[in-house]
């Protein structure tokens, strides 16, 4: 069955406007750059250590939100276009107020162990601090993801223009030489292998 959902999720990032990998990078990077210069300063006053500790602390779990953010989004924004067949930059207000929530929890998961772990706190403690951290990224998820989405709009690809890619592009790279075929192909469609 979760090769089923795979092939699924492949299937529709195929026909559906998403955000590039290179994209995604710079989203989630962003996104946890901000965050933890905003947060990590309250951690520290709020768990009485250093400043160096708090930031610490906050990076090491900001690098494994980094790494499941970009999953997670992902697959809110095929789910979403899915059953909605909408863009992420038109995502209306419940809907980001669900994707924040979400994301917060599955963050949770992650983090709670690491919060015991590296700040050294009691599973009672690294809940308290997991809850305050998730109310305040929750808040920040919203606003960041609404701005950056107006920021740097995905933009749709109509049908149209897909299916006049394809058979244009299929035609070019049937030439004799793949390099002289794909040399044209990029030519012609604006693609750059370097990027």
């Not at 939100?65 to 992902?74: A, C, D, L």
Request: hydrophobic share 50%.
């Amino acid at each position: 069955m979760p090769f089923l959902m795979w092939q699924e999720l492949l299937y529709w990032s195929r026909k559906i406007t998403l955000r590039s990998f290179k994209e995604r990078v710079i989203q989630t990077s962003s996104f946890e750059l901000v965050g933890i210069f905003f947060v990590a300063p309250i951690y520290a006053q709020l768990a009485g250590s250093s400043m160096v500790h708090g930031f610490a602390t906050i990076a090491v779990l900001s690098i494994a939100v980094m790494v499941w953010s970009p999953i997670f989004n992902t697959f809110f924004d095929v789910i979403d276009r899915h059953f909605t067949n909408r863009l992420a930059c038109k995502r209306p207000h419940r809907l980001r107020v669900l994707h924040a929530t979400l994301h917060e929890v599955t963050a949770i998961l992650i983090t709670c162990p690491l919060l015991m772990w590296i700040g050294g706190h009691t599973l009672s403690a690294a809940l308290a601090f997991n809850l305050g951290l998730t109310l305040t990224y929750s808040i920040y998820t919203y606003f960041f993801h609404m701005i950056y989405d107006r920021l740097r709009p995905v933009e749709r690809q109509t049908h149209v223009e897909t299916k006049k890619q394809i058979p244009a592009l299929s035609s070019i790279l049937a030439t004799d030489s793949p390099q002289v075929g794909l040399i044209e192909a990029e030519a012609k469609f604006g693609l750059d292998r370097r990027s």
